[in-house]
């Protein structure tokens, strides 16, 4: 009986199921995005283009990790480094030395400045990596001050073998001869160093990106790799097969973090929402249905075929919708994944990973969650007793279950604490809170949406009723039925919440940055580079490695009083047992005249004296009370590649999140950054001079790429440093906002539909068409004013701890964000209440009733 009343409810009566196949598919969809995303990061990976003739291929653990032991386990932590991390040169000849080894070939890259452009700096030895086909074709090995051009650059810059070439390195540069030619690489123009002096050119002596080793004849990989490790120990990896390729391409850890980032953390909270959904439709249509329960209950039906009957309705209707959604659930991770490729968060080569896992937690999770939300929606009539079942689906209940009361006070609570627990944080930890925090106060909210209602329509009863008959009619309407009120309410809080907090909380972000960088940037000048970055200079023997850095040359123009250069990079720190991130700024020139140029804000200590020694480091004010260290204390960072450092505070200040949260010699870090480029030089003019004329002095310099703005070009620098971060709030922001609106129109088009009865009442009492559309609008926009407060609430209380923890300030709303989408939610809930009320109203009563007319 009970599949045979499931099959003809959804086969005579598909509209009753229109809502619940329409929250079911976009749960899906956002449920498999996610799913894709985070499978996309755990399976990642780029072939090996390189290093496809190098079976073996040795280099530098790209994580920094720590283990936490507690008296029952211990816990490793991980965090992948902002720069890429080196091997040890000398690991070559330990592998070289090994019987199966053919040939162990240490491979660095570097950026070259030259006339040709921006060419890739590599020692000799690291020709024939590619296998046979990378080779000399004509000339000799490079000596000191040689170089070996690849053809193709060659030829395109008109150099041939004896000509000369100027190029600039990150450790230093000069005028080479060219002595002989290679075949040409995908990797673009390339010239190769002796490698002593490609070793010095690097930036990074002693240290290198990676070593291919090829096998003897007979060798196997696996036998290979099994020689290498022993050789190498601890000291590196050994990394065969699709692991190569991600020692080409540095960046494929970070994009790991994050997709898996994206895919499991915002994906665990897509899900619980596309979840939360999921039920609150289920049940808002499996309680529409009390009246034919009811009537079932009457003529005799168990509660136990009740509760078959939805559980077969739900088998039926759930997996075909999720299954449905599955289609747009992986367009919209193909649209957000290649989002991130264009913006460099993904590195090229790495491809969208489509799988049955993410397809079949769709369907499960959908499936569970329309199960569980109709049995527990069917509990009320299926309890009832025959005789009371009619009269009890006719009136709604007065207030909801203590259950409920109690769980929805339980959730709120949880809310306020989790908001209390993100005020102690530093802003990282705060920020990772925010959707756990929305999260407990829209359950709490969708728990005790009836009381909302109630008080909703109690303070906004009055001035309803001053709107005459229709407000007074959509006043006594909201009051009375306050649980019908609640389901429309809280999606369009859950639309607000979500997309404050997301878009706010990037906002108060951006504007505090900006706000610093305008109060803190004093240089007159900004000196920048179209290309890898700007020479900062090395000793050397001239026309071999010596080459004045642009700070130099730019502190020799007539008028010029300070110059400073500034190489942006970035630090790993502790936090307790966890490891994070932080922006990181190396000064080039003298520190004492930083100030000139940059206003920190000095809180404690003096900028002068980080240069006293390369071991020195000053620290934003927020940073060094997250880490509980101050002025003339130690403090252990990892830098940029990942190398322990201790340092010596000598200063902390308060515009960290417009500069960097870390300051330090440029000594201390040139050699652990990916390329020992300054990214910037900031020039003051001396009291009295021409800025027009030190400006053109300035671009005189003749350095390749060199740019000279004002300080508008750092306040953009700023700017483009977030864009990605701004990106992805607005992406998430639009999922789950955009979800949240599909639910929220879904439940106002079902909750009218619903009123049928109710409106040819009205009609029949003599109330006109024009009448009914007036409540409709009313009781629409006290919907709207309900949910826009209810969320606004949420969404501040969840911003507070995390603006404060983050800028030290309240939360910044743009007028300009904060509108339009009150705008759109208002739009929403009047276009989702107008459209069905006119479908309603286009019969007579008594057809609307469900007579003849």
């Known amino acids: 009986m009970s599949n045979g009343l499931a099959r003809a409810s959804v086969r005579f009566r598909p509209a009753s199921f229109v809502g619940t196949f329409v929250a079911l598919l976009f749960g899906a969809a956002v449920i498999m995005a996610c799913g894709t995303l985070l499978q996309t990061g755990v399976t990642a990976s780029v072939p090996a283009d390189r290093y496809a003739a190098a079976p073996v291929v040795v280099a530098a653990d790209p994580t920094v990790t720590v283990t936490v032991r507690t008296a029952d386990d211990t816990d490793s932590e991980d965090q992948p480094v902002p720069e890429r991390a080196r091997v040890d040169a000398a690991l070559v000849g330990r592998i070289a030395d090994r019987p199966g080894v ?20 590599r020692g000799f030895a690291a020709l024939g990596i590619a296998g046979p086909q990378d080779r000399l074709v004509e000339g000799r090995a490079p000596g000191a001050g040689e170089i070996v051009l690849d053809a193709e650059t060659a030829r395109a810059a008109h150099l041939a073998p004896g000509g000369t070439l100027a190029l600039t ?46 096998p003897r004849e007979g060798v196997t990989a696996e036998a290979l790799a099994a020689q290498v490790r022993q050789a190498v120990g601890d000291g590196a990896e050994v990394l065969t097969g699709k692991a190569r390729g991600a020692v080409e391409q540095p960046a494929l850890h970070e994009a790991r973090e994050a997709l898996a980032g994206i895919g499991g953390s915002f994906g665990g909270i897509a899900t619980m929402t596309a979840v939360f959904v999921v039920v609150s439709t289920v049940a808002l249509a499996t309680g529409q249905r009390a009246r034919e329960f009811a009537l079932l209950r009457a003529v005799g039906a168990t509660p136990r075929q009740i509760r078959r009957t939805i559980a077969t309705e739900a088998m039926l209707v759930a997996p075909l919708a999720a299954a449905l959604g599955i289609l747009p659930g992986v367009g919209l991770a193909r649209w957000w994944f290649d989002g991130m490729v264009e913006r ?36 009320r009539p299926a309890r009832m007793r025959a005789s009371q079942a009619l009269g009890a689906a006719a009136v709604e209940p007065s207030r909801p279950g203590w259950i409920r009361t109690v769980v929805g006070l339980l959730f709120a609570a949880g809310g306020v604490a989790l908001a209390g627990v993100a005020a102690r944080l530093n802003g990282a930890d705060a920020a990772n809170t925010a959707l756990g925090v929305v999260m407990c106060f829209l359950m709490g909210v969708a728990l005790l949406g009836p009381w909302v209602a109630r008080v909703a329509a109690g303070l906004l009863g009055a001035p309803l009723r001053a709107g005459g008959a229709p407000g007074s009619l959509a006043a006594d309407n909201t009051r009375a039925n306050a649980r019908r009120l609640a389901s429309a309410i809280t999606p369009i809080a859950m639309v607000t919440a979500f997309c404050g907090t997301l878009l706010f909380m990037q906002s108060t972000i951006r504007h505090e940055t900006g706000e610093q960088v305008r109060a803190g940037i004093t240089a007159d000048h900004v000196l ?15 026309g071999t490695d010596g080459v004045a850095g642009v700070v ?14 500034v190489l942006r990079t970035g630090v790993v720190y502790r936090d307790g047992g966890d490891l994070d991130s932080a922006t990181a700024l190396g000064v080039t020139g003298d520190p004492s005249r930083l100030p000139r140029v940059l206003d920190l804000g000095v809180r404690a200590g003096s900028l002068a004296d980080l240069g006293r020694s390369a071991d020195t480091v000053a620290l934003d004010a927020g940073l060094a009370a997250a880490l509980g260290v101050g002025v003339g204390e130690h403090v252990p960072l990892w830098l940029g590649d990942g190398t322990a450092a201790r340092l010596l505070v000598v200063a902390t200040y308060e515009r960290g999140l417009g500069f960097g949260q870390v300051l330090l010699p440029r000594a201390a870090v040139a050699e652990h950054v990916t390329a020992a480029y300054d990214h910037q030089v900031l020039v003051a003019d001396a009291p009295g001079a021409d800025r027009a004329a ?16 004002d300080r508008a070009g750092f306040v953009a620098q700023a700017d483009r440093s977030q864009e990605m971060g701004a990106w992805a709030n607005t992406v998430m922001a639009g999922v789950l906002g955009g979800f949240a609106a599909v639910t929220a129109a879904n439940t106002l088009v079902m909750t ?59 939360p910044y709303v743009p007028v300009g964000t904060a509108l339009p989408l009150a705008a759109g939610a208002v739009a929403l809930c009047l276009a989702a209440t107008a459209l069905p009320a006119r479908a309603l109203l286009r019969s007579g009563p008594l057809a609307v009733s469900g007579g003849k007319q």
Request: contains cysteine; charged residues 15%.
């Open 694 to 709: 030190v400006a053109r002095g300035l671009g005189a310099l003749g350095v390749p790429g060199l740019t000279v703005t």
């Open 344 to 379: 460099g968060a993904v590195p090229e080569g790495v491809e969208l990973s489509v799988g049955p896992v993410p397809m079949l937690a769709a369907v499960v999770l959908c499936t569970l969650a329309a199960l569980a939300a109709g049995f527990f929606a069917a509990r």
């Open 752 to 810: 009218v539909l619903d009123r049928r009865r109710e409106v040819a009442l009205l009609r029949l009492a003599g109330t006109t068409r024009r009448q009914v559309r007036h409540m409709m609008r009313w009781e629409a926009l006290l919907v709207a004013a309900t949910g826009l407060g209810v969320g606004a609430v949420i969404g501040w209380v969840t911003l507070l701890p995390i603006a404060r923890g983050i800028a030290g300030t309240t």
């Open 552 to 565: 130099e040359q730019a502190a020799r123009v007539p008028g010029v009083d300070a110059a400073v250069g």
């Open 102 to 121: 053919a040939a162990a070939r240490p491979d660095t890259a570097f950026p070259l400045l030259g006339a040709a452009g921006t060419l890739t700096g």
């Open 528 to 542: 920048g580079s179209t290309g890898p970055g700007l020479p900062a200079g090395a000793a050397g023997a001239a």
């Open 169 to 214: 390195a990150p450790g230093g540069g000069g005028s080479y001869r060219i002595s002989g030619l290679a075949a040409a690489q995908s990797a673009g123009p390339t010239a190769w160093f002796a490698d002593q002096q490609a070793d010095r050119l690097s930036g990074h002596p002693g240290r290198v990106d990676a070593i291919a080793v090829q």
